[in-house]
């Protein structure tokens, strides 16, 4: 394996609040309720390098999953039998071992969901995408910035919109996105610029609308979630002097209600070490979970890290404003 491409990280945010403390000011403690997903990230290579990207993939990334740990990723799935894999990166699909892995998930009668950048299928390879998904029945997500070219090519790159449209189609024509196909076709909207999301039901409406109209396509759910301030969207909120701002307006947005939701309660997230984190954010952070519970795949234990008390941070303001957001939309 190559030496992975270390990237200098921005220092946290900042917050007027810690996260614990505004918890305890309503009476409320952060632990797991279950595990019901497993998220692996299998590296941080993409054909892309968006903007709001708090993965900070890239095209230069080299870092990669491995055969060894995707074993003890199925492992995993097997003994404690989790019942969804949710597969993310990068560009999941430009790990050497993803379909194998999607493949011997869906053996063992696991819920596979695929974090898919649209793009990705015009790589060299990987124009077959949509057959392969539809044979393991896979739920595809993919990230939409908008319905018109202007805002999702400034927040992707040059020529995404173009291309994601078309890989739409490709998928709409195999039956994703489909009433009663039994093919599940979600989209993402992350907002452009320092602010929050709008309301997830009349954004969706607007999406089936304008798609359809527009291009005739068809989805399935359209997923609201709150840009979180690390990475690249963070040192965007900080060249554009935004972070104060920002992060005022998620903490005085906080849900006690959205708490309940959030998706760290039901899953455990794996980095392409095998590293164990509480949530995507966390495992971008490097903040792993409590230094007295598992720590790797290799020892992995359900009995305890169902119940566990999460790692916090100023970041997770983001998951509780207004209608909280998960990697499943809002949450309230």
């Keep these: 394996m190559d030496t992975p491409n270390i990237q200098a990280r921005p220092a946290p945010a900042r917050a007027p609040i810690g996260f614990d403390e505004k918890l305890a000011s309503h009476g409320l403690e952060l632990r797991a309720a279950t595990i019901e997903t497993l998220q692996v990230n299998v590296g941080k290579l993409c054909n892309q390098a ?31 039998r989790i019942p969804t894999l949710d597969i993310t990166g990068g560009a999941p699909e430009l790990n050497p071992s993803f379909r194998w892995l999607v ?9 596979v969901i695929v974090r898919h950048n ?15 998904f539809r044979t393991h029945q896979v739920e595809v997500i993919s990230s939409l910035p908008y319905f018109l070219e202007q805002q999702t090519d400034a927040q992707r790159g040059n020529g ?10 490709r998928l709409n024509e195999v039956g994703y996105g489909a ?31 304008e798609l359809h109209n527009r291009y005739n396509l068809s989805f399935n759910h359209l997923y609201t979630i709150t840009n979180m301030p690390i990475q690249r969207y963070l040192e965007y ?32 997230s794996v980095d392409w070490t095998g590293k164990l984190y509480d949530c995507d954010f966390n495992q971008m952070l490097e903040l792993g979970v409590a230094g007295d519970l598992p720590q790797t795949l290799m020892q992995f234990d359900p009995g305890t890290l169902a119940t566990r008390q999460i790692m916090t941070g100023a970041h997770c303001f983001g998951c509780t404003a207004g209608a909280g957001s998960s990697c499943g939309g809002v949450v309230v």
């Design 103 to 111: 493949s011997e998930a869906r053996a063992l009668g696991t819920h």
């Design 160 to 169: 995404v919109f173009t291309k994601s449209i078309e890989a739409l189609r």
């Design 118 to 132: 649209l793009t990705v299928m015009f790589e060299s390879g990987q124009e077959d995408l949509p057959e392969f």
């Design 237 to 268: 909120l900080r060249r554009s002097g935004n972070e104060e701002r920002y992060m005022r307006k998620l903490v005085e947005a906080f849900n006690p209600n959205a708490v309940a939701g959030v998706m760290c309660r039901s899953l455990v």
């Design 50 to 80: 968006c903007k709001h990207c708090h993965v900070d993939a890239s095209p230069k990334r080299t870092e990669i999953m491995s055969r060894e740990t995707a074993e003890q990723v199925v492992s995993v799935l097997q003994r404690f």
């Design 179 to 209: 009433e009663g196909s039994g093919l599940i076709l979600n989209l993402v909207y992350n907002p452009v610029g320092a602010f929050l999301p709008p309301a997830q039901a009349a954004i969706e409406s607007d999406f089936k609308r």
